[in-house]
């Protein structure tokens, strides 16, 4: 079959996400001599880069996130993977030249692809509570990696139950005087070694049962107001310089909704290959409907949506054999 014609300008793959996910298929992509960009925005910043310590990534036993991404983003450009931090807010298919691709709309620029790659992640659930909005940066945050040191000696609270709250509070103990643990249920969620490690930490207490009414404070925070959920009418108040949230994600998809099927709760549905409903656009990492949000699953992912897109350019161009 010969070749077709396809615009000078128009990328092989462009990949939308900078986390483990997108850098592994960026990685791959241009190690198979694709050209390929990778477009990483501030407005979707991994979550591996909000985690203080790794320690479950095969073969490297303990490291941060922001390093182990860091790694991952300079081995992919040593093999020549573009990298731009733009923001993607607008995805539509495009004729280039022969061919259908798509074209991507960003923060400054416009782009033309053959395919895409997203890989967006997710972003943490707020409480939506009185009080939470109010006091972001003053006393309430997603992040205890960022904002732990700010609560030296001081006493905090953690919303929520599985391994994100846990590993986070057990984090916050390096700096806080006292963390209160508050969970809707009456045992956690997390992971039993996680578990194991709260329970043995003296400063970590645990308000079980119990969901957060309301964020207290005038110039900054002061409290929290919890109802108890087994008795609802029955409320408490508990003193705290600081509220770490970490009750659940919500995918970064919003831009790319209409062009691919998403599940019910706005995660891209793909198929084993990391195929979207949508030709020529492969979707990897913690963005996608799927059981498990780990770095190790977001790099596979990424790996197969970089060997399916590969071969989805190389059909498109003409040149497979």
């Known amino acids: 079959m010969s070749d077709i014609n396809i615009s000078e300008d128009t990328y092989d793959i462009i990949v939308v996400g900078g986390g483990p996910g997108g850098l592994t298929a960026g990685l791959y992509t241009s190690r198979a001599d694709m050209k390929v960009l990778l477009l990483e925005g501030n407005a979707q910043a991994s979550q591996i880069t909000m985690t203080d310590m790794i320690e479950n990534y095969p073969g490297v036993p303990e490291i941060s996130g922001f390093g182990l991404n860091d790694t991952f983003k300079k081995q992919a450009l040593s093999f020549g993977l573009e990298i731009k931090p733009e923001q993607v807010n607008r995805i539509n298919r495009k004729k280039s030249g022969d061919v259908e691709g798509w074209e991507i ?63 986070e509070a057990l984090y916050l103990t390096k700096f806080a005087s006292k963390v209160t643990v508050i969970h809707r249920r009456d045992r956690l969620r997390a992971t039993a070694i996680l578990q194991q490690r709260a329970f043995a930490n003296e400063k970590i207490t645990f308000a079980w049962d119990s969901t957060v009414e309301k964020i207290l404070g005038e110039d900054g925070v002061t409290g929290v107001k919890i109802k108890k959920v087994k008795t609802p009418d029955r409320y408490e108040e508990i003193s705290v310089d600081g509220v770490f949230i970490f009750v659940g994600l919500v995918p970064n998809t919003a831009f790319i909704k209409g062009i691919v099927n998403l599940d019910k709760d706005g995660y891209i549905i793909t198929d084993r290959d990391m195929k979207t409903s949508a030709e020529g656009v ?26 399916s897109v590969s071969l989805y350019v190389d059909e498109l161009k003409g040149q497979a054999y």
């Not at 972003?123 to 003053?138: C, D, K, N, T, Y």
């Not at 596979?300 to 970089?306: F, I, L, N, R």
Request: some cysteine; hydrophobic content about 35%; glycine content about 14%.
């Open 282 to 307: 492969f979707a990897c990492g913690d963005c996608i409907s799927k059981s498990l949000r780990q770095v190790v699953t977001a790099c596979g992912d990424g790996a197969t949506a970089a060997d």
């Open 105 to 167: 709309t960003t923060d400054n620029d416009v782009y033309q692809t053959l395919s895409v790659i997203v890989s967006t992640g997710a972003a943490w659930s707020s409480l939506g509570v009185p009080g939470e909005q109010e006091f972001i940066g003053r006393g309430i945050s997603y992040c205890a990696t960022c904002d732990a040191p700010f609560y030296r000696g001081r006493e905090v609270a953690v919303i929520g139950g599985g391994d994100t709250a846990i590993q």
